[in-house]
């Protein structure tokens, strides 16, 4: 069965450090997400991207960067981890219909601590 | 700015009593309209959506909910909770600027009492 997965599930990092949160999909999707999940904030949107070497800035894109090399991943790099960084993480993936709503498709989380 | 409110952050009820979980949103444009659940330790699943048919719209697990354009509303109901309904919740509206990205509301945790 297709699917969506995120490595790792849990991460403790320190501040000031490099790290990499891999989502990985095989739904053949163009469209891939990277949200923040923290209490009281809901969801909100880091980075997406429509396809291969498209990148596009969310509402929270700040200290984030990924990139698209293939279809089926979308790596979010933290370049210099901090504090208020912490939370969880979600990745989703939804296909392409132009004109209509694609249901996007969720991972199961990444659980980041930094310290 | 477009935005989702959903009143209550917590909500509790008795096993086989109504559940009623709030959404009001904000959009300039005729919004598609989502209902998330997130069980503990899991990603979310799409619970519901509206994309102007039907203003009654039924989802998975008995819920459903109601698309009222003057109150800018749609609040999700399911006439009895089970236990196995404890999760959270999330309201959602399509932006305004891409049918594929959504905004979130802050969620609601529902509890459910034996």
């Known amino acids: 069965d297709a699917e969506i997965t995120q490595s790792p599930r849990h991460k403790i990092t320190e501040t000031g450090r490099q790290v990499t949160l891999a989502c990985h999909q095989t739904w053949n999707h163009n469209n891939m997400f990277w949200y923040r999940q923290d209490l009281g904030h809901g969801l909100r949107l880091i980075h997406y991207s429509y396809g291969v070497q498209d990148t596009n800035k969310g509402e929270v894109s700040d200290g984030y960067s990924v990139s698209r090399s293939n279809t089926e991943d979308l790596p979010l790099t933290l370049e210099s981890a901090a504090s208020s960084q912490t939370s969880v993480y979600f990745c989703a993936s939804s296909r392409v219909q132009k004109g209509l709503y694609n249901e996007q498709f969720f991972g199961p989380g990444t659980r980041l601590t930094v310290l | 700015a477009q935005s989702v409110t959903q009143l209550g952050s917590h909500v509790s009820v008795s096993e086989g009593a109504l559940v009623l979980l709030r959404c009001n949103y904000s959009s300039s444009v005729p919004p598609y309209l989502f209902w998330y659940v997130q069980y503990p330790n899991q990603g979310l699943q799409l619970l519901l959506k509206y994309t102007s048919a039907a203003t009654l719209v039924k989802g998975i697990n008995g819920f459903e909910a109601e698309f009222k354009k003057s109150e800018t509303s749609f609040h999700l109901t399911k006439p009895s909770a089970h236990m196995s309904d404890a999760a959270e919740y999330f309201c959602?509206?399509?932006?305004?600027?891409?049918?594929?990205?959504?905004?979130f509301g802050p969620g609601t945790s529902l509890s459910v009492i034996p």
């Open positions: 959602a509206v399509s932006s305004e600027t891409s049918y594929d990205k959504v905004i």
